[in-house]
């Protein structure tokens, strides 16, 4: 069984960084992607970011282009979202998630972690 625990989440002024990292355990090959997700209070949840582990290769939603960047370390089975430029909009609890494809519906990863908020003040 895969887990996913995120962490680095927490409260910056608008302009500041955050880096948030997602920790998987008991990762096995078949989960090819590894995703970050957001949703604000009464906004649909987004997907930030996704990275095929294997190539490398990224796909980042436009609101975050630019601004945000995910990386991989694969000794650790951890990915990295690292967060500048940070704007009010950005407040959200940010999702790690993992599948064998790059989705963009949350509701196609099979494996989840719980949430670590991110709240941006202005």
């Known amino acids: 069984q895969v887990q996913l625990v995120e962490s680095g989440g927490g409260s910056v002024q608008a302009g500041g960084s955050l880096t948030l990292s997602c920790a998987a355990s008991g990762y096995t090959a078949s989960n090819r992607c590894m995703a970050w997700f957001r949703q604000a209070p009464g906004r649909a949840r987004e997907r930030v970011v996704g990275?095929?582990?294997?190539?490398?290769?990224?796909d980042y939603a436009d609101s975050v282009k630019g601004r945000f960047t995910i990386s991989q370390y694969n000794a650790k089975n951890t990915v990295y979202l690292q967060m500048n430029s940070l704007k009010v909009e950005d407040t959200a609890m940010y999702y790690c998630a993992a599948a064998s494809h790059c989705w963009w519906d949350y509701e196609k990863y099979n494996y989840r972690g719980q949430g670590t908020q991110v709240t941006v003040s202005s």
């Open positions: 990275i095929a582990t294997g190539g490398g290769i990224t």
